[in-house]
């Protein structure tokens, strides 16, 4: 429980520290975090930028045979890596997610059979997509510390999310208290499964509202060479 509070406490601290910080730190951090989820690093993010507006630049250069107007396209380019990865990251999040649900799945089927959360575990590692923390857990309760209910603490500490906290909370109280518990635990997955599946038809209703945005975008500049390629003459006066 110390443990559990501390990692809160924390996480509490850096939203607080986060929300003092003035609007270009705040945009900094959240390029540095989009980044990092997305396995890039910040080197090579400040390069595909320089190289966005230069292609923007040269774009601009092309379509417009002017200066000033050449460097608004470099500069309206900007953001085109940040939203290519604010997407991906977005996008990974969500596999993770559902790999994750899926092992969550696995072992609440064998632990409802079994009622050996250890066993659960480990008659699935083999199957999981995320075996990796509760092979920890497992090598950790067997070998290091047989206090379960610390092993599971320290399980959850490893996974950011909010629905496998809530499943390692009701694994701890059937080892506590009764092992009626964990015919709770379908309910939460189910809970999780219902949020991915909400939160895919939110993602595909923005997806459609930007894919929208942008081929309005790609047609109205289209517009540009057309009228310099078709009537050359009424571009210029243009």
Same mark, same amino acid.
Do not use: H
């Given at each position: 429980?110390?443990?559990?509070?501390?990692?809160? !406490?924390?996480?509490?601290? /850096?939203? +607080?520290?986060?929300? @003092? $910080?003035?609007? %270009?730190?705040?945009?900094?951090?959240?390029?540095?975090?989009?980044?990092?989820?997305?396995?890039?690093?910040?080197?090579?993010?400040?390069?595909?930028?320089?190289?966005?507006?230069?292609?923007?630049?040269?774009?601009?250069?092309?379509?417009?045979?002017?200066?000033?107007?050449?460097?608004?396209?470099?500069?309206?380019?900007?953001?085109?890596?940040?939203?290519?990865?604010?997407?991906?990251?977005?996008?990974?999040?969500?596999?993770?997610?559902?790999?994750?649900?899926?092992?969550?799945?696995?072992?609440?089927?064998?632990?409802?059979?079994?009622? !050996?959360?250890?066993?659960? /575990?480990? +008659?699935?590692?083999? @199957? $999981?997509?995320? %075996?990796?923390?509760?092979?920890?857990?497992?090598?950790?309760?067997?070998?290091?510390?047989?206090?379960?209910?610390?092993?599971?603490?320290?399980?959850?500490?490893?996974?950011?999310?909010?629905?496998?906290?809530?499943?390692?909370?009701?694994?701890?109280?059937?080892?506590?208290?009764?092992?009626?518990?964990?015919?709770?635990?379908?309910?939460?997955?189910?809970?999780?499964?219902?949020?991915?599946?909400?939160?895919?038809?939110?993602?595909?209703?923005?997806?459609?509202?930007?894919?929208?945005?942008?081929?309005?975008?790609?047609?109205?500049?289209?517009?540009?060479?057309?009228?310099?390629?078709?009537?050359?003459?009424?571009?210029?006066?243009?």
């Amino acid at each position: 429980i110390r443990d559990r509070s501390t990692v809160r !406490d924390k996480r509490k601290d /850096v939203d +607080e520290k986060f929300s @003092k $910080l003035s609007l %270009p730190e705040k945009m900094l951090v959240a390029i540095k975090n989009t980044v990092t989820m997305s396995g890039f690093k910040m080197n090579t993010f400040w390069f595909i930028v320089a190289l966005s507006a230069f292609g923007g630049m040269g774009v601009g250069k092309f379509m417009f045979s002017d200066g000033l107007l050449s460097v608004a396209t470099g500069i309206a380019c900007l953001p085109l890596p940040y939203i290519f990865l604010k997407v991906r990251a977005r996008w990974y999040k969500r596999n993770q997610d559902e790999l994750l649900e899926n092992s969550m799945n696995l072992i609440t089927n064998s632990y409802l059979g079994c009622n !050996d959360i250890i066993t659960a /575990v480990n +008659e699935n590692l083999d @199957k $999981l997509d995320t %075996p990796k923390p509760f092979a920890e857990f497992v090598t950790d309760v067997t070998l290091i510390d047989s206090n379960l209910k610390r092993a599971l603490m320290k399980l959850e500490l490893k996974v950011n999310n909010k629905y496998f906290s809530e499943w390692i909370d009701i694994l701890v109280l059937a080892q506590e208290k009764s092992g009626d518990y964990r015919f709770i635990l379908p309910a939460v997955v189910q809970s999780m499964n219902d949020a991915k599946r909400l939160q895919i038809e939110a993602d595909t209703v923005m997806m459609a509202v930007w894919r929208d945005y942008f081929t309005s975008i790609v047609l109205s500049f289209s517009i540009i060479p057309l009228l310099r390629w078709s009537n050359s003459a009424w571009f210029e006066i243009l």
